[in-house]
């Protein structure tokens, strides 16, 4: 089968350091063109990476007829406005998270993708990762006992006004950049949606974007809470507490590449964080796992890993927080 030939829309960090690489050693995939705004960062970035073709714009891209499906890591606000351009011109969109800023941002993608038949993915890698499949199954399995709490943290420290995560008017701020994650997760994991939220907000004064955020969810059986901070020291963990034992994803969403990934599970024995049981993942490139899987989605009709309609109920969460957070109220997704 031919593989399916990406292009890539700018010469982002991601897409150069984690996406990229995986996607050229990917089994389904190959990566024909790049283009960036600054034609001679591009040529570089495609001279270091090996890729042949570089168009000086992002129209050009779009209008190359050898590129099946486009990679569009843009910063936020150009997320909705370049992925509906390439849907236009044909192309499949594999599109970085959040989707858009707004549910309203989803609801577009999926008006798009139902008038011009192409499909449209969140770049939500770790869904795809064998750790977050193994995870899933194992607390669903009653590995863990009853599933009743989860408890998730993910912060980093990036106080740059000119990085885009911090320009609060290309969607920047922490639950957008990073909150994502626990709720893409705990939903996942509970295959369920919360039915109200809760969350606190704190504001930078200056760049006002969301810098610090904690969040309570209500699933049915399920209290799910979490921490997000984007001017705090480094730190990522899920841990999922069932009646008998607590199972916790040690590195959840920055999986490494290069070692394996591993869960632990608690009995509680000690209180001290004995671990009774610890579950190694083969080593594996969740980005690379990730486009085979969009890849395949396209080629063999195998389930898409994120649909639009899953990408939509996440930002459904993610307004709500923002809501709730505003009102001081619970607020329904
Ligand atoms: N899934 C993950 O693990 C993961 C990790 C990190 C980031 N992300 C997502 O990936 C996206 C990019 O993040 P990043 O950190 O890689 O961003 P970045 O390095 O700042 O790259 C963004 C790129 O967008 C292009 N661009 C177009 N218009 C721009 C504008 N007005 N201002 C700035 N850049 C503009 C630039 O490329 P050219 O100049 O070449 O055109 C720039 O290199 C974000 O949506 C982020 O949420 C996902």
Request: with cysteine; net charge negative; glycine share 8%.
């Amino acid at each position: 089968m031919r593989k399916l030939r990406f292009g890539v829309l700018s010469t982002a960090k991601i897409a150069r350091e984690k996406v990229i690489p995986p996607m050229q050693r990917a089994s389904r995939c190959e990566v024909v063109a790049i283009a960036s705004r600054d034609p001679e960062r591009g040529r570089e970035v495609a001279e270091r990476l090996g890729i042949e073709r570089v168009h000086g714009s992002y129209e050009a891209l779009l209008a190359d007829p050898d590129i099946d499906a486009v990679y569009n890591p843009l910063p936020n606000h150009l997320h909705v406005p370049w992925t509906i351009r390439a849907a236009e011109a044909g192309k499949h969109v594999l599109c970085e998270k959040p989707l858009g800023i707004t549910t309203a941002d989803v609801e577009e993608l999926i008006a798009v993708r139902d008038r011009t038949g192409v499909t449209i993915q969140e770049a939500f890698m770790v869904r795809t990762h064998p750790q977050w499949l193994r995870a899933k199954a194992l607390v669903r399995s009653g590995r863990i006992g009853v599933l009743k709490a989860i408890y998730g943290h993910f912060s980093y420290h990036l106080a740059d006004p000119a990085n885009i995560r911090n320009v609060m008017g290309w969607g920047g701020g922490g639950l957008l950049d990073i909150g994502c994650y626990p709720i893409t997760t705990s939903r996942f994991v509970t295959d369920d949606e919360p039915r109200r939220v809760a969350a606190m907000i704190e504001r930078d004064p200056d760049m006002e974007i969301d810098r610090l955020g904690s969040v309570m969810l209500d699933y049915p059986g399920v209290q799910c809470i979490f921490t997000y901070g984007t001017q705090l020291v480094a730190r990522q963990t899920m841990q999922f507490i069932g009646t008998k034992a607590r199972l916790e994803v040690e590195i959840p969403f920055n999986a490494p590449n290069d070692r394996p990934c591993r869960i632990l599970i608690y009995d509680g024995a000690g209180l001290g964080g004995v671990v009774s049981e610890t579950v190694e993942l083969a080593t594996c490139d969740q980005y690379g796992i990730m486009v085979d899987a969009f890849a395949a989605s396209i080629q063999d009709g195998t389930p898409q890993p994120v649909p639009l309609e899953d990408s939509l109920l996440n930002m459904r969460v993610i307004d709500a927080v923002f809501r709730a957070a505003e009102r001081g109220t619970w607020e329904e997704p």
